[in-house]
């Protein structure tokens, strides 16, 4: 046997989506049900463990022999499943190798084929699909009941074809696509599971006594909204809209950014109102929920795993998972105000934190990295690139002022200000430079006085009449920039036109080629980004492709949006390559940054290895300045 294709029904009393594979498996009551598998292409078979049906001994064999390839469609979760099983029923230590496996679900991605088992058949036209009738199926076999479900019978017979045919669109989406993931990708495929199996360790008493003081503090919210508002469920849209209504505040919507903007716009608001609304978004923190699936999540060792999503995102990036590492507030509490703050949340003393930091739910906001700590005698090892994404967008456009900058000063706001406003770098003044600052963090991508405002212009003191000259004015200074735009729209048209084969953009290190399914375009690295079904509407011309199902738009301006983040992700990815095979424990990264844990002993050490390497451009990128910042800490936090 050479490759073994695979796809597994389960049981737990966990729930999956909550705490994520390897809490759901390491739970007592979890179980393998059905083992379906395809060995070197043969037809799909299942043993119904469930029912005593033993593995044959040549298939129980393949699973952890190096010289058999496993296959499956989001191979994690196959993986750790079968990791836990084996260790049930015989001595066997961690996780099985993920260098055996190959994800077809990560393939899928690669190419343009992103989404879960139907998405990926249907985009992929593959003749097999995915039953429909599954997730009733699922939800009677695979999830706790009230009664005990008989594992027989009708019912049961249909799941057994449903995990037979999940094997047969497995095989079918891996045959569909164009190639396998490349050799590079597998390597980092490899890599970020076993990031997710060793997992990072989380301060359990923090997260407790948080989610017990914000359930005290939401409680003490409501309470005090339904004195304000009279109304017996405020959390009701409809109550509380009504209620304002009848204060002569009508609001269409009660989302953060209407209630924000009520807030700070001049309109007359009564006392009352004005308390309602801010007590309304005082209980808005879906931030601080973090804290409770870090609590549930971590296994019985502390650490949370699977935490990171491999080509979660079109570019290549990772998707965050579970406590969504990409999507952590940062908080305005730094230093000493930080570890006072921590060290109250950790006492349970909620009235020292309302007496020294105001809003218990701002202070809780403003810890949650801090959820994430080291092993014990271990310390964390921050590394993150210095403003990657302005430094690949100057390189790939050839915008030589801004990569002087980079090489030397590293002022680019201040450089940028002085362009735009046609004076020297020493008459930047503090007005300036916060413009040049809001138009490089806003502009890049062809945005416009829309984007100024989403980035904070006005907030910085900008007036809105000269949103659109700040947009002409940095598009001036920025040539290059806006040529790279034009020239990667018009190369991605053409080839998707078939008016050309092949055409070179970014002083030829991106390459647009076209595909039997729509457009690739090759990175620096040799990696391709897939588009599929790219085309011009006939009849305003506005360029599309198809994503997850349904048609996006796009244009040169996010193209190179995609472009310069795919490039920003490879960079980490070679450094995080590199870093691991210099034996750095990698427990967690996100964009543009990388957390080791490291002995106490050693972490200066493994902070100045993690800052060369993420400061020295790989061979497919010369020329390009990069620079890279760290520290050390013994809990995580920003800077």
Known sequence: MRTLGIDIETFSDEDLGAVGVHRYAASPGFRVLLFGYS??????????????????????????????????FNAQF???????????????????????????????AYWGASGGLRQAGACLGTDVQKDAAGTRLMNRFSRPQPAPVPREGEDWERFVAYCRTDVECETAIAAALPGPLPEREQRLYVLDQRVNDAGVRVDRALARCAVRMAEDNDERLQARLRAVTGLANPNSVAQLKGWLDAQGACMPSLNREAVEAALAGGGELSDAVREALSLRLAGAKATNKKYAVAARAAGEDGRLRGSFQFYGASTGRWAGRLVQLQNLARGDLQGRDRDMARELVRAGDADG????????????????????????????????????????????????????VFRTTGRVYEATAARMF???????????RQRGKVATLALGYQGGPAALERMGALRAGVDKRDLPRLVRMWRLANPGIVRLWAETEDAVRAVAAREAGRLAVAKGRIEVSGAGFGVLVRLPSGRALAYRGMRADPCDGRLSYVAAGSRTE????????????????????EAMLELHGDGRRIVAHVHDEVVMEADEAEAASVLGAAR????????WAPGLPLSAEGYVCDYYRKG
Request: hydrophobic share 45%; charged share 30%; net charge negative.
């Open 39 to 72: 060995a070197d292409g043969s037809p799909a078979e299942v043993c119904d463990l469930a029912n005593g049906e033993p593995l044959p001994r040549e298939v129980a064999r393949a699973l952890d022999d190096p010289q058999v390839v496993k296959r499956a």
């Open 422 to 432: 046609r004076v020297a770098e020493g008459e930047v003044t503090k007005e300036l």
């Open 353 to 404: 934190v309302r007496m020294l930091y105001g809003d218990v739910a701002e202070t809780l906001k403003s810890l949650v990295r801090t959820v994430l700590v080291p092993a014990r005698g271990a310390a964390l090892v921050v590394s993150d690139f210095a403003s990657v994404e302005a430094r690949v967008l100057a390189w790939l456009a050839g915008e030589e002022w801004a990569l002087d």
């Open 612 to 619: 060369a390497a993420m400061s020295r451009a790989p061979e």
């Open 78 to 108: 196959e993986r750790v499943c079968l990791s836990e099983h084996l260790r049930r029923g015989r001595p066997f230590d961690g996780y099985l190798d993920p260098a055996q496996w190959r994800c077809t679900m990560a393939q899928a």
């Open 554 to 573: 796009t244009y040169g301006g996010r193209l190179v949006e995609n472009v310069t983040q795919a490039v920003a992700r490879d960079l980490l990815a």
